[in-house]
């Protein structure tokens, strides 16, 4: 049963990773699949061509199945040196800025604040001192994250009802309900509310358990 944060980020995660949920949420930035040889150099796909500043993630063309995915923004900025203008594309990784390497779930959303330039309440993890304010800065970045998406989703009517057929999908699903522990009886309103109800010990908590 959905019982921990973790049992609800996990199914959050899922229902958001959908592409039309995800594609609904970034309708001001592209989002792309790029082949994983080209992941570090995503903008030579033909398709991003005209483009400075898109969301990718990369799938391994040996494994479709694979599902594993991690969420990186590409931007291409303006470089003027000596009164000429060259063009330069970056890479921003959150987790090289706002969250735990290897941590699953809520890339895509890091991804979608940074490229929309929405990430003055996030704390950056290279000014931590030690280990114990890296994961104090982890826990307070992980539940602003999950604030501002659950704003973003409450304040949006498309983008709530994608989420909630992609719920009631999964719920109807006898294997997925049982997999992600979804009762019958509940429906994507009571989960979000749930979901709203954690507080930072509780982000704590899990990102505590990363560590061990």
């Known amino acids: 049963m959905l019982n921990t944060f973790n049992d609800y980020l996990t199914l959050f995660i899922e229902i958001l990773g959908q592409v039309d949920v995800y594609k609904q949420i970034n309708t001001h930035v592209q989002v792309f699949d790029i082949e994983q ?14 483009l400075d500043l898109f969301i990718y993630y990369g799938y391994n063309v040996r494994k479709p199945d694979d599902d594993e995915t991690h969420f990186r923004v590409a931007c291409r900025t303006k470089i003027v040196t000596r009164g000429r203008i060259h063009r330069k594309w970056e890479l921003i990784d959150p987790y090289h800025l706002y969250q735990k390497m290897g941590s699953h779930g809520f890339c895509q959303m890091f991804a979608h604040f940074i490229a929309n330039n929405d990430v003055d309440d996030f704390a950056d993890i290279s000014k931590a001192n030690d280990l114990s304010n890296l994961k104090e800065i982890f826990t307070t970045n992980t539940f602003v994250c999950l604030q501002k998406t659950l704003r973003l989703i409450k304040t949006n009517d498309r983008t709530y009802n994608l989420m909630s057929d ?8 006898e294997i997925e309900r049982k997999d992600f522990g979804i009762h019958k009886k509940t429906n994507f309103g009571d989960f979000i509310n749930k979901l709203s109800l954690f507080e930072l010990d509780d982000i704590q908590s899990y990102i505590d358990g990363l560590y061990t």
């Open 37 to 50: 040889s080209k992941a570090c150099i995503p903008w030579t796909d033909d398709r991003v061509q005209d």
């Open 166 to 173: 992609v719920f009631e999908e999964i719920k109807h699903n």
